[in-house]
């Protein structure tokens, strides 16, 4: 065990140790039933009908606590008469109105940007209770929304905290004049406190042109008059005096209080009852993270909070989606949560850096030995962890990190980890497959319609009988370096599509230095991607019907056409290049890709080729059955045969 393990497991036995009094709890749990029957009165199998249940948690927390110590400005921020640290958060349930119906389990969502709902068909038909605790504190209060309402930070005195603050702009349209809105409320309405600067690429050259003016609108909105010479994605950094940094990190001690509550408690000081108490407290919990959620979940483990103050483990699995090496920029002084890196966008925020994966490493590049894992394994408190991406993590999130080190060469994970690589799909996945026409938007290429939706579900469900009943997932099927799988982007056998540009462009990482503004960067780590077949789509991975038996090439990547930054990478969006319908237009455009006259000898050889694909992935527990049959009732509408 690393020394810091060592140090880090005896800091967790000494604050296990009574000390005089509760070192956090949640001080009061009001949620009332908002709308029962809820989902407009649906059934979903023997479990029936669902009510929504929405209210407020009051909590606090000790800064005293060692599992405390790194929230940043928790020592900071203002203190009630004993000595705690308060916060309030949003609270939404949805849970079966007849609760023996219940299956004791807690499947939580982590809220992306505040967004509320539900969950799949498929698993309210299991029984869940589907619950989603405000963690981010950035976002402004709604009455439909999820959010974390936390403290902002002062000095001793009272007075404000300020610092430097970075803001980046891309408008993507062609406007002249934008209104940005600032994170932070400026310090000060002094223009010379402040810089703007403009470039056309992360790798540009920042620029004041002589035309571009911009002023303070109020103390958290500017307006910028944006110069000729550039285009609807050129690059605009701000970068500002702020003041009233709000304790950010304290959102995830408000996702680990309240579901330690919801699984541990049975009525909260004030006398409210654990919505989920009756008849019984619930058995199993997990955790469900998509994109920035997903970069959240990770990050909330890695920070220790899957321990709660009792010692206590919170979630016992979690399913980071969409994520790729990623953690977020929450805990920081002025952090933004909402950022998401990439080629293109964002790239210079923190909450990117080493470690990236789930086994404890040396970082040959930093110096540094650590791993997502390491305080979990110190307190006990570690869950099970199935990690899914797509393609488009490769090309934008680094997913290829998960799964080797930072040089580029393979590992092995911990046995309470699977990961999955969802071959072909952009960044959450399209609308499905013969479904509706993709579009294009600032893109070169179609957008990739193809779904990941019903595989997440079903590894969501695989997760639950992992830590619910003992029975192992699915096998890891992730592109590696020993299986060929991952390569560098210059290495991808792609074809030569007409009218198609493959370029190599991926996310690059160095190692930063977020101490400076802008930061500084590095030396580089090495990043790799996905290799593909003769038709341009990804070889490994889990590999939908919809590609396994396709009817174009699925990228996980796209670029900006002419306009918006031509030729940088489309933000998560991936592309969709038709095959050519028949032998003699293939010829015509001289696609080196077979027709579908070719591949397919009727609609009906399509259908049955894609319902075999479909059956195995349901047998592997990687589909499931009702999915599979959508998937092959879509395929016999498609309007890509007419007729056998």
Same mark, same amino acid.
């Given at each position: 065990?690393?020394?810091?393990?060592?140090?880090?497991?005896?800091?967790?036995?000494?604050?296990?140790?009574?000390?005089?009094?509760?070192?956090?709890?949640?001080?009061?749990?009001?949620?009332?039933?908002?709308?029962?029957?809820?989902?407009?009165?649906?059934?979903?199998?023997?479990?029936?009908?669902?009510?929504?249940?929405?209210?407020?948690?009051?909590?606090?927390?000790?800064?005293?606590?060692?599992?405390?110590?790194?929230?940043?400005?928790?020592?900071?921020?203002?203190?009630?008469?004993?000595?705690?640290?308060?916060?309030?958060?949003?609270?939404?349930?949805?849970?079966?109105?007849?609760?023996?119906?219940?299956?004791?389990?807690?499947?939580?969502?982590?809220?992306?940007?505040?967004?509320?709902?539900?969950?799949?068909?498929?698993?309210?038909?299991?029984?869940?209770?589907?619950?989603?605790?405000?963690?981010?504190?950035?976002?402004?209060?709604?009455?439909?929304?999820?959010?974390?309402?936390?403290?902002?930070?002062?000095?001793?005195?009272?007075?404000?905290?300020?610092?430097?603050?970075?803001? $980046?702009?891309?408008?993507?349209?062609?406007?002249?004049?934008?209104?940005?809105?600032?994170?932070?409320?400026?310090?000060?309405?002094?223009?010379?406190?402040?810089?703007?600067?403009?470039?056309?690429?992360?790798?540009?050259?920042?620029?004041?042109?002589?035309?571009?003016?911009?002023?303070?609108?109020?103390?958290?909105?500017?307006?910028?008059?944006?110069?000729?010479?550039?285009?609807?994605?050129?690059?605009?950094?701000?970068?500002?005096?702020?003041?009233?940094?709000?304790?950010?990190?304290?959102?995830?001690?408000?996702?680990?209080?309240?579901?330690?509550?919801?699984?541990?408690?049975?009525?909260?000081?004030?006398?409210?009852?654990?919505?989920?108490?009756?008849?019984?407290?619930?058995?199993?919990?997990?955790?469900?993270?998509?994109?920035?959620?997903?970069?959240?979940?990770?990050?909330?483990?890695?920070?220790?909070?899957?321990?709660?103050?009792?010692?206590?483990?919170?979630?016992?699995?979690?399913?980071?989606?969409?994520?790729?090496?990623?953690?977020?920029?929450?805990?920081?002084?002025?952090?933004?949560?909402?950022?998401?890196?990439?080629?293109?966008?964002?790239?210079?925020?923190?909450?990117?850096?080493?470690?990236?994966?789930?086994?404890?490493?040396?970082?040959?590049?930093?110096?540094?030995?650590?791993?997502?894992?390491?305080?979990?394994?110190?307190?006990?408190?570690?869950?099970?962890?199935?990690?899914?991406?797509?393609?488009? $993590?490769?090309?934008?999130?680094?997913?290829?990190?998960?799964?080797?080190?930072?040089?580029?060469?393979?590992?092995?994970?911990?046995?309470?980890?699977?990961?999955?690589?969802?071959?072909?799909?952009?960044?959450?996945?399209?609308?499905?497959?013969?479904?509706?026409?993709?579009?294009?938007?600032?893109?070169?290429?179609?957008?990739?319609?193809?779904?990941?939706?019903?595989?997440?579900?079903?590894?969501?469900?695989?997760?639950?009988?992992?830590?619910?009943?003992?029975?192992?997932?699915?096998?890891?099927?992730?592109?590696?370096?020993?299986?060929?799988?991952?390569?560098?982007?210059?290495?991808?056998?792609?074809?030569?599509?007409?009218?198609?540009?493959?370029?190599?462009?991926?996310?690059?990482?160095?190692?930063?230095?977020?101490?400076?503004?802008?930061?500084?960067?590095?030396?580089?780590?090495?990043?790799?991607?996905?290799?593909?077949?003769?038709?341009?789509?990804?070889?490994?991975?889990?590999?939908?019907?919809?590609?396994?038996?396709?009817?174009?090439?699925?990228?996980?990547?796209?670029?900006?056409?002419?306009?918006?930054?031509?030729?940088?990478?489309?933000?998560?969006?991936?592309?969709?290049?038709?095959?050519?319908?028949? $032998?003699?237009?293939?010829?015509?455009?001289?696609?080196?890709?077979?027709?579908?006259?070719?591949?397919?000898?009727?609609?009906?050889?399509?259908?049955?080729?894609?319902?075999?694909?479909?059956?195995?992935?349901?047998?592997?527990?990687?589909?499931?059955?009702?999915?599979?049959?959508?998937?092959?009732?879509?395929?016999?509408?498609?309007?890509?045969?007419?007729?056998?």
């Amino acid at each position: 065990m690393p020394e810091h393990s060592r140090l880090l497991l005896l800091v967790t036995i000494v604050a296990a140790m009574p000390v005089g009094g509760a070192l956090g709890q949640i001080t009061e749990f009001d949620v009332t039933v908002v709308e029962s029957p809820a989902l407009d009165g649906k059934r979903f199998g023997k479990v029936g009908q669902y009510e929504r249940l929405r209210g407020i948690v009051i909590g606090e927390v000790n800064p005293s606590d060692p599992r405390h110590h790194d929230i940043v400005n928790l020592s900071r921020a203002p203190r009630n008469p004993a000595g705690q640290v308060e916060y309030r958060t949003t609270v939404e349930i949805y849970r079966p109105i007849n609760m023996e119906r219940w299956n004791r389990a807690i499947y939580h969502i982590v809220s992306n940007r505040g967004g509320a709902g539900a969950a799949e068909t498929s698993l309210l038909e299991r029984g869940f209770a589907f619950v989603r605790i405000g963690w981010q504190g950035d976002l402004t209060p709604t009455s439909q929304n999820i959010v974390a309402m936390l403290p902002v930070a002062t000095e001793a005195d009272g007075s404000p905290i300020t610092g430097t603050a970075l803001e $980046e702009f891309i408008f993507n349209d062609l406007e002249h004049q934008s209104h940005p809105i600032l994170t932070y409320p400026a310090a000060s309405l002094n223009p010379d406190d402040a810089t703007l600067t403009v470039r056309a690429t992360q790798g540009s050259q920042r620029a004041t042109p002589e035309d571009m003016h911009w002023k303070f609108v109020s103390p958290t909105e500017i307006e910028i008059t944006r110069p000729t010479t550039f285009d609807g994605g050129a690059i605009y950094e701000f970068i500002y005096n702020a003041k009233d940094p709000i304790v950010l990190g304290l959102g995830f001690a408000a996702m680990r209080d309240a579901i330690s509550f919801l699984r541990y408690e049975k009525v909260d000081p004030k006398g409210h009852r654990n919505p989920l108490a009756a008849p019984y407290l619930a058995n199993t919990v997990i955790s469900l993270g998509r994109s920035q959620s997903g970069r959240a979940l990770r990050d909330f483990v890695y920070q220790g909070f899957n321990e709660d103050v009792s010692g206590r483990i919170v979630f016992d699995g979690i399913h980071p989606n969409i994520a790729g090496s990623r953690k977020t920029f929450t805990n920081y002084q002025f952090g933004q949560p909402g950022r998401w890196q990439k080629q293109h966008e964002d790239h210079l925020y923190p909450g990117d850096q080493f470690p990236f994966t789930y086994a404890t490493l040396t970082d040959p590049v930093s110096g540094q030995t650590d791993g997502l894992l390491e305080r979990c394994l110190a307190s006990n408190t570690c869950p099970n962890v199935i990690h899914s991406d797509g393609e488009a $993590e490769l090309w934008q999130a680094r997913a290829s990190l998960i799964v080797t080190d930072p040089v580029g060469r393979h590992i092995e994970l911990p046995s309470n980890v699977r990961v999955y690589l969802l071959a072909g799909t952009q960044h959450g996945g399209g609308p499905g497959v013969h479904t509706r026409q993709p579009s294009q938007g600032i893109c070169q290429n179609l957008s990739n319609p193809l779904a990941m939706g019903q595989t997440r579900v079903a590894l969501s469900l695989a997760l639950y009988e992992w830590v619910q009943d003992g029975i192992p997932p699915p096998p890891s099927s992730f592109p590696t370096v020993s299986n060929g799988g991952l390569v560098a982007a210059t290495a991808v056998n792609f074809p030569d599509i007409p009218a198609v540009t493959y370029s190599a462009s991926y996310n690059p990482l160095f190692l930063t230095d977020h101490t400076t503004v802008p930061p500084t960067r590095g030396n580089s780590y090495t990043v790799l991607v996905g290799q593909t077949d003769s038709d341009g789509n990804m070889l490994t991975g889990v590999r939908h019907p919809n590609l396994a038996v396709p009817i174009g090439t699925y990228t996980g990547w796209n670029l900006r056409r002419a306009g918006y930054a031509s030729g940088a990478q489309c933000g998560g969006t991936g592309s969709f290049m038709p095959f050519p319908e028949t $032998e003699k237009a293939r010829q015509a455009s001289g696609d080196p890709r077979p027709s579908l006259e070719t591949r397919y000898s009727s609609k009906s050889d399509y259908v049955a080729k894609l319902s075999q694909t479909a059956n195995e992935l349901v047998v592997q527990r990687l589909l499931l059955k009702s999915d599979a049959e959508d998937i092959i009732e879509r395929a016999r509408r498609s309007r890509h045969w007419t007729q056998d």
